[in-house]
């Protein structure tokens, strides 16, 4: 029931660190990542480009899948910011541009989180720019290998920020040791894409050079934002039975809720 | 023609420097534009296209096809030009405002243009004005758009009923994929066509650009 309750109104419950999360603690913080700590595992991006588990490649593709992974290495400069938010701040944020879903997840999760930060993580232009020029010259294969190594990357990077704000917080004693942090994006999951703007207009990724176009969708293009709610595990389940469910082939949310 | 055999052959097995070699060894011949384009490079994508559909092959082997489609095409297109050849249609392609998904938009343009159609790439995060004044400025049959999110999906309704209200409708047709959408959303939000994948979206754009010409 509490499902159809406005953004922010589900149901609180008691919480012994109730006052920190209207108060946070922990200044800005901007993390450089180390590239194995973001670097995709090569069959993953194989299965991003639609190439089944057991199917082996040709010597071709792997040799390309190579030479993508290599460029991915050399060119990424892998950045995120995090950014403390109180609960009365998240609730003023979400909303946007009153364009979410009227019911979503993350609308039922994070009133009961005990943390919430705002982020975003870059792989930076160079390796947009290289993308975008081996399409240019018709290197389709190759382009489009770099550009599922830097999806996967980007996603990596985003997991990376994740468990560096359950560390800290949980050093803070902001975060309960057996509590889980999971992030959230603009566009997904019924928080409407123009959710960016509230989203920037508090976190301003001014260091990482992380900008918004007018559409919504960050410059460069392999960045990821959202806010990373920690709190008990159970707040994060949810079923997918939300109206825009029906529609979503990304079982992504199935899979995070899995893993946690 | 055993030449135009050859090339359809190294096409399909992605060798770009085997098929520009041989295309240009065709034109010495005396090989027309047309004949190469038809016989050599566009029967070969049709195999590759084939192939993709029943999973002998996958994304990189047609995206290397694809390039050895253009090293034969950049070596046939002076002389297209020369001869006047009409490409079967023309397209104007994108991944809706807000959505920077364009795997499958890709593919789509690069099965397109095997096919012999002009295709014109917008490429993502496209607004759907955009997509009208592409069409219009070149006279295109088809706009074709692409969404992986959900939450982008209402943009290509957005454009489906600017169309409506230009009076182009009739004129220009749409066509809509991706992976959240389905035939029923098509119908749903008066889209012309839905297709399923790169190689389905070439058959229904020939239904579309067959349609408009009657």
New interface residues.
Partial sequence: MSQNLPPGQADRPDHPEDTSRTQPVLSRQCIRFAYPDIAPAPRSVLVAQGIPQQVEPDARVVGLLEEALSQLRELVEPLGVMQEVTLPEFDRIYPGEGLNAPASPLAQIYPQAEVLALFAVTLGAPVCRRIAELFDVHDYALASLLDAAASEAADLTAAALEKIFADTFRMYGKLRPDAVALRYSPGYCGWHVSGQKALFARLNPYEIEVSLRESCLMEPLKSVSGVVVGGPRQIHEFEPGYPFCADCSDFGCRERIRNI | MEILQQIARELER?EDGKVGELTRLAVADGLSAKQILDDGLIAGMNVVGEKFRVHEI????V??A??AM?SGMDVIKPLMLEEDVPAIGKAVIGTV????HD?GK?LVG?MLKGAGFEVIDLG??V?PEAFIAAARENDAQVIGMSA??????PVMRKVVSMLREAGLNGKIKTIVGG????AD?AAEIGADAYAYDGVNAVDRVKELVAGSHD
Wanted: glycine letters at 6%; hydrophobic letters at 50%.
């Fill in positions: 992605g996958f994304l990189p082997d995206l290397l694809a390039r253009y405002q807000g959505d920077l795997i890709n690069i993502n995060d607004a992986l999110l959900t939450t982008t999906m992976a959240p959408l389905s959303f």
